[in-house]
């Protein structure tokens, strides 16, 4: 009974003993940690260009081994970060056609991007260098590289819109130089009979690798009207005919197909159009023929087109 005893005590003793270690392992740990330590890490650079006249091509270094300053509790719960920071290249610099960052630069960067209660002491790299291409920008119009088939007696009304008419190319000086306009992909559109509207990818060459347009895509929109014909017939005007003769052609008046909307060739006649005959054309070539000009039309139709592009004359002494 008496060596039961014994042994239960002996094992609280035990018991008591483990746990006064452990709690003075955990305050010496504490303690410890509440300490302020110097020691060494590595940052990944993560870089950021808001150098528009600059393209990054290459840095020779992704990341730099730092010397930090903080207590045990900071560099515990660091050790489990993904350590990066961000290098704003906005202030590079140039010298013999080599681009670098000083240290005193991007040190103030990464300093920023710490805990108040980290200080940087030390960084291994001192300057940091990079590969550029040097960019400049130019305000190019876009043409539409598109087909439009319209049904029978339909007419594109008027010329086709792009938005935006033009946009800003931006890249290396050797890629954009000669480039004097954007085309748009090929787009085929039949059998139009209304207004459309399309979006449409801007082109760009594989060759222009470096170059970065501002919109990639246009809007295109066309306006379709239905038309029909008339025939229109009017006088044939004899200008610049010497003093003292008299002119007359065969026929002494043509005619003229005109093309618009319904609404409107009810409104049109002869007066509205003008067809002269130049006799001083002559003077040099004594053909039996003038040519024709339609010099007026009405605004606002699709077309107007001779039916007869000569008159046969006779000059008479007056």
């Not at 130049?278 to 077309?303: C, E, V």
Request: glycine residues 4%; contains cysteine; aromatic residues 10%.
């Amino acid at each position: 009974m008496l060596e039961t005893i014994k042994k239960v005590l002996n094992k609280r003793k035990a018991k008591v003993f483990v746990l006064f270690l452990l709690a003075s392992g955990l305050i010496w740990f504490l303690n410890t940690l509440s300490e302020t330590y110097i020691a060494k890490t590595t940052f990944k650079l993560d870089y950021v260009n808001t150098n528009q006249n600059l393209m990054l091509t290459k840095a020779f270094a992704d990341k730099v081994d730092v010397k930090l300053q903080t207590m045990g509790f900071q560099f515990l719960g660091f050790n489990f970060k993904k350590k990066s920071v961000k290098l704003d290249l906005a202030t590079v610099e140039r010298s013999n056609g080599k681009y670098y960052l000083l240290q005193e630069d991007y040190r103030n960067q990464i300093d920023k991007q710490l805990s108040n209660s980290m200080v940087l002491i030390e960084i291994s790299s001192d300057t940091l260098f990079f590969d550029f291409l040097e960019m400049i920008s130019k305000k190019v119009p876009v043409q539409a590289d598109i087909k439009v088939n319209l049904a029978h007696n339909y007419l594109l009304d008027g010329v086709l819109k792009i938005e935006p008419s033009s946009i800003t190319i931006t890249g290396p000086k050797e890629e954009i130089d000669t480039i004097v306009t954007v085309h748009t992909v090929k787009l085929d559109q039949s059998e139009i009979v209304a207004n459309f509207s399309e979006k449409v990818t801007l082109f760009k060459s594989s060759e222009l690798r470096y170059t970065s347009y501002s919109s990639n895509i246009v809007q295109l929109q066309g306006k379709v009207s239905k038309f029909s014909e008339k025939i229109i017939d009017v006088p044939v005007e004899v200008i610049n005919l010497p003093a003292g003769k008299q002119v007359r052609t065969f026929p002494d008046e043509v005619s003229i197909l005109c093309k618009a909307k319904i609404e409107q060739l009810k409104d049109i006649n002869g007066i509205d159009f003008k067809v002269v005959a130049d006799y001083s054309s002559l003077k040099k070539n004594r053909s039996k023929s003038m040519a024709l000009i339609l010099t007026k039309q009405p605004s606002g139709i699709f077309s107007a087109t001779l039916m007869e592009t000569k008159v046969e004359y006779i000059l008479n002494q007056e």
